[in-house]
């Protein structure tokens, strides 16, 4: 029986990974996997590396010591949005002998097949960020060109600029020097 571990993973707090969970229990009792360990990341961005995924990067650890033999992730998505960085990962597997299974994709990368459709879908995941990103833009200059103003709004306390200017405007009394010097040895 080979030992799997599940990926689950939303982008936002609100999103819930019990969907994904569900089916791909169903899965791994077909395929006759026992489940190890789940590793879930709640609230983090595809598009965020390793190092800000927690879970993420327990499970790459875990394969490092060997574990387990199947990871099982809903779709290539929930991994991740990079083609790089989803192709060292499963570069990463295929080195330690760890398979990958995708549920949505119906992929399985013990095949040569498998493989090759696991890199175009990254392509195509890689794609679908950026086209996010642009329609972002395209709503960001549409808000700009409307008059909107973008950003952080400026704090202004009442009354701010009627004391803040005659307060520059006078001239403050020099601070000692030998105070400069000693005022933080207490």
């Known amino acids: 029986m080979k030992r799997a571990v599940l ?7 609100d999103q819930t990974t019990a969907n994904q969970e569900r089916e791909l229990r169903e899965v791994a009792v077909r395929m006759g996997c026992e489940i190890v360990r789940v590793y879930k990341d709640h609230g983090i961005s595809g598009s965020k590396g390793r190092d800000k995924r927690p879970a993420f990067n327990a499970l790459i650890r875990d394969g490092n ?3 387990f033999d199947v990871v099982m992730a809903w779709s290539v998505d929930r991994l991740g949005r990079s083609l790089q960085d989803l192709v060292a990962f499963l570069s990463e597997l295929h080195a330690l002998h760890i398979d990958l299974f995708l549920h949505q994709q119906g992929l399985d990368t013990t095949t040569p097949a498998g493989k090759a459709m696991f890199q175009m879908m990254g392509v195509f995941a890689e794609f ?3 086209m996010i990103q642009e329609r972002v833009r395209a709503g960001l200059r549409r808000a700009k060109d409307e008059g909107k103003r973008l950003g952080r709004p400026r704090f202004r306390a009442p009354h701010s600029r009627s004391t803040i200017r005659p307060a520059r405007s006078r001239s403050l009394p020099a601070f000692p020097l030998a105070a400069r010097s000693t005022w933080w040895r207490g």
Request: no cysteine; net charge positive.
């Open 7 to 13: 990926y689950l993973r939303v982008s936002t707090v």
């Open 65 to 67: 010591q060997r574990k």
């Open 128 to 130: 679908e960020r950026s």
